[in-house]
């Protein structure tokens, strides 16, 4: 990973590990290849600056959300905070790197002077012209690219690399060409070959999206066969590779870095066209600065001694402002828990399977069986409660209809018990000199002897309610002057008032029969004014 955490600052650049990134509050990006992103997704959670076609492609290639993504024009200084009051400010100033599209350098300035962050650059003259350089600024730190530091390594500039490839090619003007690229970059040499040689470059649609983003010629295409020239992936380009294209058509490889490469294959051809800039060119670039410390970015690769003789005297360090102490101390976390728990409250929640225990389970069943024991108990009567299970048809009836049963039946209703008779005395409406039960259904039915009203001067008047008074039996004592209709209503009556027990005990519709022969031979022997004839 190629980043750092400035010393005495909250400043990082291309540094992504937050748990060591400690005291760091502002992050910075120099440009997208992978070995500056190491640690950077779609999780990110905090204020980011890069340029405006990094920003693009860290949206569009790793997710990251555009709420923290802050790109700052090139060219240009802005002003940035550096404690959660503004009291500090600091100002950057972003530097074509000359690397890859959208790459830059990072020049700081602040409590802390002057620093130059190159990220991944190749030099040109035309950088000491920018005007952020051009005022004569001391620059106290430059964190420099070394990848091609090495007096041994001489690697020629990318003019005469283009020149080179294009020589090349000349000499095998029927094949196709095969170009070994990263992901990132060399996008002006592909423009520079289909021009040259009056030919599509066939790219992939991820390429052909950022070469219309830069607004390059309109020489690349997705078709396959439309172009002798193809940008391919460089760990594509192998033997196995090469084998299959030369089947179908004659083709070389190409592979423009400044890396050492054994060509597995006589028809891959290795070009030192690099991106990064050269011993010599490092040497002039750092003559012209003469920065105060040389810090390599590369820690892999030191090359302090290589600069010695270009740097001006050292100055003390400076001391931070409490207000930014008080901001690098401070909690980070709090925009990013917030952050975090929006993004989990809009993501649909997956549910796991859900184990329950043996044990609980268990309970649960036996639980289940007594609240359903206690139900089935409530709903039917206990065999200890009599009167529950001797319910009279009529009480049955009041207790289900009890609004019918008051209006439509205002009649005695007979309860049984097991050991009396009781007459729950409501308002008559019927005749209550009426017999409703004859001598013989009483005696078959062993209710005894009726019970007849008082008669006196005290006893009510006819047809109205009045006391009922037994002799030898609780039930209402009913005029023995028998009509054929009250002989009638009585055997109905008798069917119906029957207790429970009664009909357990062995009366039948046997019974029943028997006594509606008897009053059909009493209707015979009964005259219209009811006198009788046998």
């Not at 690098?328 to 399977?353: D, E, F, N, Y």
């Not at 001067?457 to 023995?480: E, F």
Request: with cysteine; glycine share 4%.
């Amino acid at each position: 990973m190629n980043g750092v955490v400035i010393p005495q600052t909250p400043i990082a650049v291309d540094f992504w590990s937050l748990r060591r990134a400690g005291t760091a509050r502002l992050f910075f990006l120099s440009h997208m290849h992978s070995d500056h992103t190491v640690g950077l997704s779609s999780t990110w959670a905090r204020p980011l600056y890069c340029s405006p076609i990094t920003a693009h492609l860290l949206h569009r290639h790793l997710q990251v959300s555009k709420q923290w993504i802050r790109a700052l024009e090139i060219g240009e200084s802005h002003v940035l905070p550096l404690d959660e009051t503004g009291q500090e400010t600091m100002t950057v100033t972003l530097i074509d790197a000359n690397h890859c599209p959208g790459s830059v350098m990072f020049l700081f300035e602040g409590y802390f002077g002057t620093i130059l962050y190159t990220g991944d650059f190749r030099y040109t003259p035309s950088m000491l012209k920018e005007p952020a350089l051009t005022l004569g600024k001391q620059i106290d730190t430059l964190y420099l690219d070394n990848t091609n530091c090495n007096p041994a390594l001489v690697l020629p500039s990318r003019q005469e690399a283009t020149r080179q490839i294009v020589h090349l090619i000349r000499q095998f003007p029927r094949h196709n060409i095969k170009i070994g690229l990263y992901s990132l970059g060399k996008e002006s040499l592909l423009e520079h070959l289909a021009l040259e040689f009056q030919t599509w470059v066939v790219l992939n649609p991820r390429r052909l999206e950022l070469v219309q983003l830069l607004g390059l010629a309109d020489v690349f295409t997705v078709e396959e066969r439309a172009g002798r020239i193809h940008a391919v992936d460089h760990t594509e380009i192998c033997h196995s590779a090469m084998l299959q294209w030369n089947q179908t058509h004659p083709t070389i490889a190409i592979l423009p870095t400044s890396r050492p490469i054994r060509s597995p294959h006589p028809g891959i051809y290795t070009i030192p066209y690099s991106d990064h800039s050269s011993y010599s060119e490092l040497r002039a670039f750092v003559e012209a600065l003469r920065p105060c410390r040389v810090v390599p970015i590369v820690r892999q690769q030191p090359c302090g001694e290589f600069f010695e003789d270009s740097l001006s005297p050292r100055l003390s360090i400076p001391l931070i402002p409490h207000s930014v102490q008080q901001y690098m101390c401070s909690s980070p976390r709090k925009t990013h828990v917030l952050w975090q728990l929006a993004r989990r409250l809009k993501r649909p929640r997956i549910q796991g399977v859900v184990f329950e225990s043996p044990e609980e389970k268990a309970d649960q069943a036996k639980v289940d069986r007594d609240s359903k024991k206690d139900k089935k108990e409530n709903l039917s009567p206990r065999p200890e409660d009599p009167e529950k299970l001797s319910l009279h048809p009529l009480q049955a009836r009041k207790q289900l209809f009890p609004d019918s049963s008051r209006e439509d039946c205002e009649e005695p209703v007979l309860l049984w018990d097991p050991k009396k008779m009781t007459t729950l005395d409501l308002s008559v409406q019927s005749q209550p000199e009426d017999e409703f039960l004859s001598a013989e259904t009483r005696e078959e039915t062993g209710l005894g002897s009726p019970l007849i009203p008082r008669v006196g001067k005290d006893s009510p008047a006819r047809g109205t309610q009045g006391s009922l008074v037994g002799y030898d039996s609780p039930l209402s004592r009913i005029s023995r002057d028998t009509h054929p209709a009250a002989e009638s209503r009585g055997l109905a009556l008798k069917y119906l008032l029957t207790p429970v027990n009664f009909f357990r005990a062995g009366f039948s519709s046997r019974n029943f029969d028997q006594q509606v022969e008897k009053y059909q031979q009493s209707i015979q022997c009964h005259n219209p004014d009811g006198s009788l004839r046998c």
